[in-house]
């Protein structure tokens, strides 16, 4: 491992959107085993402190690829591809359908069944954020860098909702 | 008598043989220290035999009394007897107003220079902060391990409370060292306790099976909930959770409250009062785990307490530890049903409510044969035994995450996260940032860490001043800020600024801490008082300092130094190490710090190539077993 590999290269996966999770976590663990600072504890100071670097970056890199739109941007970084964080889709038909997801987040609290209907928001952001994900791993593949990277603005919106509805879900059973 | 061995001039010593390492729960009501000796994790027992040290200090004219004694003074003289102490670390005066108990202490100015910002307790022996307070707990426990292990220490593992935040852990580590120990590592105290139990140890069939397990902590004065995930050998804390002011000293509030109230006393109560009628409460408590109905006094009133009504008083708390259990779950997206082992952690576990309604929530009998009491100390005593080098566990990792997240104050008070609660750390993560003023060459970093978007509802860590920028037109400078968090949760920033490649000079000003100054001044305050040899002290840590390096010097030349040096390094390494020695034996502690740098400089180019070695090693190993696995 050296400063300089990409993560995937520290993990010994190939450069792509579809990740083994099992090898990344096998391979994770075979690397803290080496790299950990608690491993260098009784060595030199200069050893300790390389350590903790090493163990760092390879944290860095399993929680990029771990996540699917730190992952996504990540290989559109790879591929040159600069994204701002400020920007967002200009897709107007995702829009309107994220605003109309979000008005009925919005309405759980005074629907009949909160939980039901919480359940139904989560499985469709779900399967909508699946749908987003095929897309970019196709146009990343075929080197459509445009597509991969309009999905991967739909993902981290999707993403935000996912969470949203988690807190509220979770604010509901408080 | 036995024969001195001396090495041939220019050969190496064989290394040390057994190191002297303890483990240390500094807990909030009580603390142990355990060591391994024989194979075997055990508490270390004071003169009378007992293991427990009370964390209780007294302030007397006379000197200072920690422990048993201490205690039992608490009703008598509460205003110089500090208990719950931990409570306060990495705290400001506000929070523990906040806290909303009826503390009877006599705080004085917090602004006072070299308080840190920190609560300053007025006592007859003077002022004292929550750091020096629990320095010398620790003190007690440390000449405890000595006396018991024939010698100074050579490290400790200190635990602390999963959900502890950057400030209680620096705060924590800077006791240590006011205390004089070697800190190996600050360990989270759920992680110790399955690690006590032996978790990751192999079942008859030397399997080890990949599981969950939840440590449910109830201390005195904190509650954790932390979801481990066993895997090969690799602790990972999934999640952490909690409320570091939750605790068994509250069931105790409870009870007491319920007392005053049957016995017409009232609600506001001075300090001795509330002092007896805290110590009635955790009588009834405690006997209540024998007996279904107890008989309870205070004055002139007696009646009984149920284990109806007590369940009725805590309930409402425990509900709340349960809570913050189902979170902990969501985080580290479980189902209680996926929980392979509960361990149970801390005195108020005993409690049989708590028993039954842990056992309820998570569905499954909970671990609780070692002594909850002690069982943090014990994980810690065998992690220290590993750190320190005297025993190899090449299978077990324990791999901890930051329980909050870590951010910066931006424009309007809001803030920015830089590092997300539950990463696992070390972690670094660098941010750059832009003058907003033409010739401008500093700035400030506020660093803040909780989970709410305004950052007066985080906690405030500490501001980092930078100096030092060349001076460019407003926004041309590029300043790259890299946060670092150690394997102890502790932060580091450093600072560059990119075009010019200028190291910006970085002061840290914690917001409840103590600063590199303020440690110098303690520790001379310390000796003062103890009437400690100061000299003597600096050259004893200095030549352990030295001892460490050459040893750590010494068996990395063994294990490659002949394959990755050449003749001349290798010559120049043994020049600089023989002149160490020299210092060591007879130098003043300048001489051998300096001895120690060179060396540390002679030997990075050495430090490097080793670890290349291992990262080749690593990436073999590798390419061998990933693509043969299908």
Redesign the interface.
Known sequence: ??LQQNHFEIF?LPVGYAVDRQ?L???Y???????????F???????QM????????I??A??TLKDPVARAAYLLQLAGVEINPEQTTADGEFLMQQMILRERLEDVRSAADPEAELEDLGSEAGQLFKAQETAFSTALQGSVLDEAKSALLKLQFLAKLQRQI?ELE?DL?? | MALLQISEPGQTPEPHQRKRAVGIDLGTTNSLVATVRSGAAESLPAEDGRVILPSAVRYTEAGVEVGYGARAAAGEDPYNTLISIKRFMGRGLADIKNFGDQLPYHFADPSAEGSGGMPVIETVAGTVNPVQVSAEILKVLAQRGADSLGGPLD?AVITVPAYFDEAQRQATKDAAKLAGLKV??LLNEPTAAAVAYGLDQPDEGGDVADKTIAVYDLGGGTFDISILRL????FEVLSTGGDSALGGDDFDRAIAEWIAQEAGLGTDHDAATQRNLLDAACAAKEALAGESLVPVSYGDWSGELSREKLAELLDPLIAKTL?AC??AL?DADLNAEEVAEVVLVGGSTRTLRVREKVQAFFGREPHADIDPDQVVAIGAALQAD????NKSR?DL???DVIPLSLGIETMGGLTEKLIHRN??????KAQEFTTFKDGQTAMAIHVVQGERELVQDCRSLARFELRGIPPMVAGAAHIRVTF?V??DGLLSVTALEKSSGVQAEITVKPSYGLGDSDITRMLQDSYANAEEDIAARALREAQVEAE??L???L??LQENGAELLSEQELGELERAMEALRLAHNGGTPEEIRSRIDEL?TL??PF??R??DK??K???Q???LD?FD?P
Request: net charge neutral; charged share 30%; aromatic share 2%.
């Open positions: 491992m050296e010994g090898a976590a096998r391979r663990r075979e690397l803290q085993q080496e790299f950990h600072p608690d491993r504890a009784a060595k030199s100071e200069r050893e390389l350590s903790m670097q090493y163990a760092a970056q944290n860095e399993n929680n988690e979770e059973l408080d | 490290g190996l590592r895997s090969k050998g690799v809570r189902k979170r969501r590993v750190l320190v080098g090449e990792l324990l791999l990463t696992t750390i070390p972690v670094a670092q150690d394997a460490r390096t040893e750590a010097m068996v990395a540390n030997s990075e430090a490097a080793r670890m291992s990262i090693r690593a990436m190993g590798h390419s990933e696995t």
